[in-house]
């Protein structure tokens, strides 16, 4: 591995200025610890669902193979998709937000850092709890949409659905208290300059997911409120012998699901909009666009729920309306699409590891999003629906859309987290097994599908022309597998060994890479102010945003008005702000000087334990629960008042505590 | 809380931060937007409810209802609008309580010169007016739950039970933490008075007591008065 030609005088990878050791990081509020606490915890929870993967793959390679019973094959599917979708790409996306919204947007923190840590916590113990079902044998069995009726006492009476239903309540949580904290950090925490016409696009995704999260997940709360209900009270919610409606649960599941679908590709079209300028040398094509696609598609996300139900007979109109709705997302979605090949259209384009996966999202997302309009068609979806048509399509949306753009913000953005650099070397590798694993997993599905192949079941007969297509999906997990432990190989040596990344190693343009990498703990000595979208550029190569139109030379407002009027104005003549006039303006680069917050002056908050406890308590109070199906009434009781009481007891203690010492 | 005030509270309490964007403290843009999320919460609950409406198999109904063999002695309908319309009188009146207990905390400084500014200036009065008048709207849903069950209605009798007790139950636990958080800023007032810097916690604890009574006349309007 190489190393950079002249080592900075203060060693780059000791910018981190701040406590260590273990109790420092149970106690951290620092927002970039606790993402990089999500990060590592989000990761392992995404090779735990691989090898969920791996050993459906491993059942489904022959037919009539009996690796795996029925049972089993249940647990393994269901937890799959719960581990993927809430364990695995949910928080490697809050890694991100985590990390990059402060510095993205010129920032110290978060508008709450202790709420950010509760969030954190109440993740790792949500994950934990759900994955502590194994070892009672009784992990989730009804499918990560949990189908009511099914999942009543009636049809599930084991605790394998307990566990499902509890464990999404507490991730439910965590996902909420993030969402009101970065809502809050992005209106209000934005560096002078940074109107929100010049936010970077990562950031826009994250900001609209913000909303996503706050308006989807009551819903699923209230449809989870009546399911335990049910199951624990004996409420009628979904018991059809009482007159209930079997497709309530549908109805709720989907108006949470469907946007949460969004919620899983927003961040990684983020991490991707940041990638392709980079690399492409150009800032992005559209960007208002671009922001108004972000808008759109999660408006729209909210209005096509029943997609997800052609089969269960609603009529042709509701039909018609929710086909059309969701054939209108394909817009700003191809906008997104065409925006990221326009960008890239005349630049100077390097291939690096982030920039292949970026440019593989867009290949292989388009491929997921075609097959997604194909079943927009209720006649058509009626063919597709619980095949593997429909596996292949939203994995080539999740596996080739978010896990692609999520690989490559991790090798765009780890030089930043860690001051090091990932090995290009193995990365290419990394990624060529990957893209190559991924084709040959999930491209078949489309034929085993169409030719029959339901989802869902365990093993199947040979000669009804499946064997084929599921050896290769089987052969193609097994290369995926092999492109994620160099990976991880890449990922552990080269926080050691890499090369030394210095602030800005991909000469980016935006205000996270104005700063060392990694960071110090209060991330800007003096907050910047902020001159263009791409402010860095200004600095460093102002011919590059001659584009942007807000970057008129001499144009060095730093207003903090709410979507300038003059944002998205074209005229002919613009040439960028010169460097000169945008150091004038108070745009700055910071090298690492090894000083603290406390020696420069920087109020910084105080490492607090309480939101750790606070989670604790509320994930016993939830595992209380448990016990009534056990029929320890008592001990049920007894657990949920204990948890309740060292949650509430917490939560006084931590907000009655000032945030940090006053001067 | 006026715009200057806004300002200047952020000013006094920034020790070295810079300003916020909008001006705005963060906790009240944030009990905003979980304002937002709670109206998805309610939505799901009141849908649920309209949904489920005049689907139970069996009684009691929440209004009086003709059952074709024995239409002559129509069943007798549950809800007491009467008494409720009472409670909800209570929850709304609270409303006001904390809007005077709001300007009350927000005026601690100005001198108190007459009786009328005197009792406007108490915010330990209004506190403790909108936490009772919100314990007796508890007390008269607790009441009528109890008299629902004696009536032979409870949460698994029917669907009405389940999403009415649901829907209710889940807005009474809002109306005690409301009445939990009151108590914990009348604390305070009481260890070290409540003043203008205190303004934005017992805005953002207003903010949502509002919610919860905007929320109870769609409860109430819907669930009630429309048969």
Redesign the interface.
Do not use: C, D, K, Q
């Given at each position: 591995m190489a190393t950079t030609a002249a080592a900075p005088a203060y060693p780059s990878t000791d910018s981190y200025v701040g406590e260590s050791g273990l109790w420092s990081w149970l106690t951290t509020v620092d927002h970039k610890r606790i993402g990089t606490l999500y990060l590592f915890t989000a990761l392992f929870f995404f090779l735990l669902g691989g090898l969920e993967a791996g050993m459906i793959r491993w059942q489904l390679a022959v037919p009539n193979n009996h690796v795996l019973s029925a049972e089993a094959y249940n647990q393994m599917f269901t937890m799959h998709g719960t581990t993927m979708v809430f364990l695995a790409i949910m928080p490697l996306s809050a890694a991100f937000f985590n990390y990059l919204i402060p510095l993205q947007i010129g920032a110290r923190d978060v508008a709450f850092p202790r709420l950010n840590a509760f969030s954190y916590w109440v993740f790792l113990f949500g994950g934990i709890f759900m994955n502590s079902s194994w070892f009672i044998g009784a992990a989730p069995n009804g499918g990560w949409f949990g189908y009511a009726p099914l999942t009543t006492l009636q049809f599930s009476p084991g605790l394998n659905i307990d566990f499902w239903m509890l464990g999404l309540q507490i991730l439910g949580v965590s996902s909420l208290a993030a969402a009101f904290n970065f809502i809050t950090t992005i209106i209000n925490m934005r560096a002078p300059g940074m109107n929100l016409m010049r936010m970077p696009m990562f950031t826009w995704n994250a900001f609209v997911v913000q909303f996503l999260l706050i308006l989807a997940f009551p819903v699923i709360t209230i449809a989870l409120v009546f399911l335990q209900f049910d199951r624990f009270f004996g409420t009628n919610f979904y018991t059809t012998a009482a007159g209930a409606d079997p497709l309530l649960w549908q109805h709720l599941f989907w108006i949470f699901g469907h946007p949460e679908v969004y919620i899983l590709i927003l961040p990684a079209f983020g991490l991707t909009s940041e990638i392709i300028p980079t690399f492409s040398r150009k800032p992005i094509f559209g960007y208002p666009v671009m922001a108004y696609a972000t808008m759109l598609i999660a408006f729209l996300g909210f209005g096509v729920w029943a997609h997800h139900m052609f089969a269960v007979g609603m009529g042709p109109i509701a039909d018609t309306v929710f086909g059309v709705t969701t054939m209108l997302i394909a817009i700003p979605t191809g906008v997104k699409i065409f925006n990221w090949i326009f960008t890239m259209w005349g630049g100077s384009i390097q291939f690096t590891t982030a920039m292949k996966f970026a440019i593989a999202l867009v290949a292989l997302f388009t491929i997921g999003g075609i097959s997604g309009v194909m079943h927009a068609s209720p006649p058509a979806d009626l063919q597709q629906t619980d095949t593997y048509f429909i596996v292949a399509h939203f994995h080539y949306v999740l596996f080739g859309g978010s896990m692609m753009g999520i690989f490559g913000g991790i090798y765009y953005y780890y030089p930043k987290m860690t001051g090091r650099m990932l090995s290009e070397k193995l990365g290419s590798w990394h990624f060529w097994l990957m893209f190559i694993g991924m084709n040959l997993t999930f491209f078949p599905m489309h034929f085993s599908g169409l030719y029959g192949m339901p989802r869902r079941i365990y093993t199947y007969d040979a000669g009804q022309g499946w064997e084929g297509f599921n050896l290769a999906s089987s052969i193609g997990t097994a290369v995926l597998f092999i492109g994620l432990l160099i990976f991880v190989y890449n990922f552990l040596i080269a926080g050691r060994r890499g090369a030394i990344a210095g602030n800005d190693p991909w000469r980016a343009g935006t205000l996270e890479w104005s700063i060392p990498s990694p960071p110090p703990e209060y991330n800007f000595a003096t907050i910047p102010r902020v001159t263009s979208r791409l402010p860095l550029w200004d600095l460093k190569a102002p011919a590059l945003n001659a584009e942007i139109p807000h970057s008129e030379r001499g144009d060095t407002r730093v207003d903090v008005d709410v979507g300038s009027k003059h944002a998205g104005h074209s005229h002919a003549g613009f040439v960028g702000n010169l460097p000169k006039q945008a150091t004038e303006a108070g745009m700055h680069i910071e090298e690492a000087t090894g000083k603290s917050a406390k020696e420069l002056g920087i109020p910084m908050p105080n490492l607090t334990i309480k939101p750790l406890i606070c989670a604790a308590g509320m994930t016993i109070m939830f595992s209380g629960l448990l016990f009534i199906h056990k029929d320890k009434m008592s001990l049920a009781i007894a657990t949920i008042l204990t948890g309740a009481l060292i949650m509430i007891l917490s939560l006084y203690a931590w907000v009655l505590t000032p945030l940090e010492d006053h001067h | 809380m006026t715009h200057a005030a806004a300002a200047l509270s952020t000013h006094d309490d920034t020790?070295?931060?810079?300003p916020?964007?909008?001006g705005?403290d963060?906790k009240k843009?944030?009990i905003w937007?979980?304002i937002?999320?709670?109206c998805?919460?309610f939505a799901?609950?009141i849908s649920?409810y309209l949904?489920?409406k005049g689907?139970?198999?069996v009684g009691p109904y929440p209004h009086e209802t003709c059952l074709p063999p024995t239409c002559s002695t129509p069943l007798k309908a549950i809800l007491n609008i009467p008494v409720t319309s009472a409670s909800t009188f209570v929850l709304l009146m609270s409303s006001l309580a904390m809007v005077l207990a709001l300007a009350a905390v927000e005026n601690k400084d100005q001198p108190k010169d007459t009786f009328g500014e005197r009792i406007l200036g108490s915010s330990k009065l209004w506190l403790w007016a909108t936490a009772i008048l919100g314990a007796t709207f508890l007390s008269f849903q607790a009441f009528e739950f109890t008299s629902f069950v004696h009536e032979g209605l409870t949460?698994?009798t029917?669907?009405f039970?389940?999403?009415f007790f649901?829907l209710t139950g889940?807005h009474g636990a809002h109306v005690t933490a409301g009445v939990l958080w009151l108590l914990?800023l009348l604390a305070i007032d009481y260890r070290r008075g409540l003043g203008p810097k205190d303004a934005v916690n017992v805005d953002i604890a207003a903010l949502y007591w509002h919610f919860v009574d905007v929320v109870w006349i769609a409860i109430f309007t819907l669930v009630y008065l429309i048969k």
């Open positions: - | 020790h070295g931060h810079p916020t964007s909008t705005l963060h843009i944030a937007a979980f937002g999320s709670e998805m919460l799901s609950l649920t949904i489920y689907r139970s198999v949460i698994r029917n669907l039970g389940s999403s649901t889940f914990t």
